[in-house]
Nanobody, 114 residues
Framework: QVQLVESGGGLVQPGGSLRLSCAAS????????MGWYRQAPGKQRELVAT???????NYADSVKGRFTISRDNAKSTVYLQMNSLKPEDTAVYYC????????WGQGTQVTVSS
């Protein structure tokens, strides 16, 4: 049974930081590219960051220099370190694994507000 379980979301003030984690199970994590997406109310889901099997990363322009994606294959976990958070980063953040198949987590809410 494939599972992607996100954690680490919450309420944070502008300028603050959060670290999201996504624990994967039920598939061979090390051969899957991984990514984080987000969806704000009334908007389409958008790419935040991706990391390939080889460790290459890609970021949306809106988060470059503030967010960092990383992966730990030994723990089958992908992370998203988010710094200098802004109110416009408020969204549900989803973990994604893609290779032969495409897997999604249930999402974790991130709210940036004073």
């Amino acid at each position: 049974q494939v599972q992607l379980v996100e954690s680490g979301g919450g309420l944070v003030q502008p300028g603050g930081s959060l670290r999201l984690s996504c624990a994967a199970s039920g598939f061979t994590f090390s051969i899957y590219h991984m990514g984080w997406y987000r969806q704000a109310p009334g908007k389409q889901r958008e790419l935040v960051a991706t990391i390939t099997v080889g460790g290459s990363t890609n970021y949306a322009d809106s988060v470059k220099g503030r967010f960092t994606i990383s992966r730990d294959n030994a723990k089958s976990t992908v992370y998203l370190q988010m710094n200098s958070l802004k109110p416009e980063d408020t969204a549900v953040y989803y973990c994604n694994g893609y290779s032969m198949r495409n897997y999604w987590g249930q999402g974790t809410q991130v709210t940036v507000s004073s």
